[in-house]
DNA sequence: TTTATTGCAAAGGGTTTGCACGTGC
DNA sequence: GCACGTGCAAACCCTTTGCAATAAA
């Protein structure tokens, strides 16, 4: 039922990456759909070590070097975003209909949560502008210790959400 | 010359590491001492790579691993700050008596450039506070181009500065 | 058919580790 | 002398790549 609902939900983003890729002249593969469909169906964060488990257990085994390839395409076309949270490996999120934010992670659990700010938006252009620079993109990330979540009993120090 | 004046002027790090490694029951070892001047001598941000090649031109070969045992030591002192500015190696600054500051990167050059901005920090305070976080450190980076150096000519988009 | 894409296995690059030897204290 | 630190080489982890087989257009 979930994946159904899920699977509705997110039909656009899919073909936006189709769309985008007979736009670059390249193949509609079966890889690169199923890759797609997964990502865009995941709520979270993720790295390609999880994405990759994801597929497995979906009885879609696709060889990490096509993941990889394929993650690499998706966010030169910037459908997907590519952080790096101090963790060995990279975290990817999709971006299609999404608004800019910024993360908070918590160094117990690893679960990431987004926030948005205005002002701290208009003060890093201003930055930029004073120091001479053309600002091309930032990266702002918390580290911190999750007392509300930990309260709520949803914080377990010992799962890692993501990697 | 110039060495000896920058010999001087940071014997005190020097002497906080020795005391840090006594404090912790550590050896003041030999490497020790000549990496913790090395970094401590260095006015930029710094990789292991180009670490261990200023050692080697000093006629002070010590093995990376024991690099990477002494960086880590002091990171976990205090005394080093270590940052991911998206190259596949990590940069570390020496941060003792130096104050907090965030970091503008140059896409076309690598030039590292710090900011302060109490504005933000303000913000992020507050972020953490509203959504129950206890912060404990954070990391800014601003990515772009840099009209003005590349106007006076020092920027080279043809030399990386560190990594 | 043509050309791009895939999977495999091997290579790469940065970092860490096991172990025997060396050195501060 | 004891315990910790060092150097070496091998191991690790994540990611990339060469190449022959395969699939999209």
């Known amino acids: 039922m979930k994946s159904r609902e899920s699977t509705q939900k997110n039909i656009q983003p899919i073909s ?3 769309e985008y890729l007979k ?3 390249l193949k509609v593969t079966n890889q690169r759909t199923l890759v797609a469909q997964k ?3 995941m709520d979270s964060h993720f790295s ?3 994405l990759a488990n994801e597929l497995r257990q979906k009885h879609a085994s696709i060889s990490r070097a096509t993941i990889y390839r394929i993650i690499s395409v998706m966010v030169e076309g910037g459908l997907l975003a590519e952080h790096n949270f101090g963790s060995s490996s990279k ?3 999709h971006i299609s209909n999404r608004k800019h934010h910024d993360h908070i992670i918590c160094l117990d659990c ?3 949560q987004e926030f948005c700010n205005e002002e701290i938006e208009t003060a890093q252009l201003q930055i930029a502008k004073e120091m001479g620079f053309e600002l091309s993109e930032h990266s702002l990330n918390l580290y911190g210790h999750c007392v509300k979540l930990k309260k ?3 914080c377990s120090s010992m799962k890692k959400s993501t990697n």
């Open 16 to 18: 936006d990456f189709a």
């Open 23 to 25: 736009e670059k002249g």
């Open 39 to 41: 990502i865009f169906n």
């Open 48 to 50: 390609v070590d999880h």
């Open 91 to 93: 975290i990817y999120e």
């Open 110 to 112: 690893g679960s990431i």
């Open 152 to 154: 709520s009993g949803s």
